[in-house]
């Protein structure tokens, strides 16, 4: 699978929009990029995903460039609750059965 | 829907004591789990995939004898840390994806919400 690179850390103001980076320059075709979230002491939670066209859903957009090799993550109004860490991915099918992993993640830190 | 439980959402047991951890999908069936840890500050590392009706799947490094993994249906696999010791403290969390494996190719992962393990 295709490496991701993130950010460390960020921070955003509540109420303003909340851009996450993600470099995957070495993803391939048949790849798609899989935004996750991990508040603290819980489960990740997934967020959207896409193949090659932008995305959006009641969460989040996902705007990947035309050439997949980066995406950003826009949450449009961030508030105090989306204080996470977020895990940018790129998985495809291997032989070990459609694995997930993950790297280090962004550490996003909402001010109020 | 795709929900994943996890259960206990906490233990504390004794240093060589075995654990078990169960992980239902309670409104889809998987026939593949997945069972990660993380070590606190740090990212989830995966240990295994985990099939129904078949022998589970380690990464690199993980003792299959020591973390037991049982996938007896479609929408329950268990994790057993067998003789704990405080090394093994942390916090495990598993995942699925709906459907059968072909079709769910591009299904996003759902997770359980952890299960936070104390050795002592």
């Known amino acids: 699978d295709a490496k991701t690179t993130q950010p460390t850390s960020m921070d955003c103001a509540e109420g303003r929009a909340a851009n996450l980076p993600c470099n995957h320059s070495?993803?391939?075709?048949?790849?798609?990029v899989y935004w996750y979230r991990q508040i603290h002491s819980q489960g990740p939670q997934y967020i959207i995903h896409?193949?090659?066209n932008n995305e959006t859903n009641e969460m989040a957009s996902l705007i990947i460039t035309e050439d997949r090799k980066s995406s950003t993550l826009i949450l449009p109004h961030a508030t105090l609750r989306d204080t996470a860490v977020y895990y940018c991915?790129?998985?495809?099918?291997?032989?070990?059965?459609?694995?997930?992993?993950f790297g280090a993640g962004t550490r996003l830190f909402v001010k109020a | 829907g795709a929900v994943v439980s996890q259960h206990p959402s906490w233990v504390i047991c004794k240093s060589g004591t075995s654990v078990k951890i169960e992980c239902r999908s309670l409104?889809?069936?998987?026939?593949?789990m997945f069972w990660y840890r993380q070590f606190p500050k740090q990212s989830l590392m995966l240990m295994a995939t985990?099939?129904?009706?078949?022998?589970?799947?380690?990464e690199q490094g993980v003792e299959k004898d020591k973390f037991l993994i049982n996938h007896a249906s479609l929408t329950l696999s268990t994790l057993t840390v067998t003789s704990a010791h405080p090394e093994d403290s942390s916090f495990y969390i598993c995942?699925?994806?709906?459907?059968?494996?072909?079709?769910?190719?591009?299904?996003?992962?759902?997770f359980g919400n952890g299960t936070r393990l104390t050795v002592t």
């Open positions: 985990s099939n129904e009706g078949s022998k589970a799947t380690y």
């Open positions: 991915i790129v998985r495809s099918r291997n032989t070990g059965g459609f694995k997930t992993i």
């Open positions: 995942s699925a994806r709906p459907g059968q494996v072909q079709s769910s190719y591009n299904s996003p992962l759902h």
């Open positions: 070495t993803i391939s075709g048949n790849e798609y």
């Open positions: 896409g193949l090659k």
């Open positions: 409104d889809f069936q998987a026939t593949t």
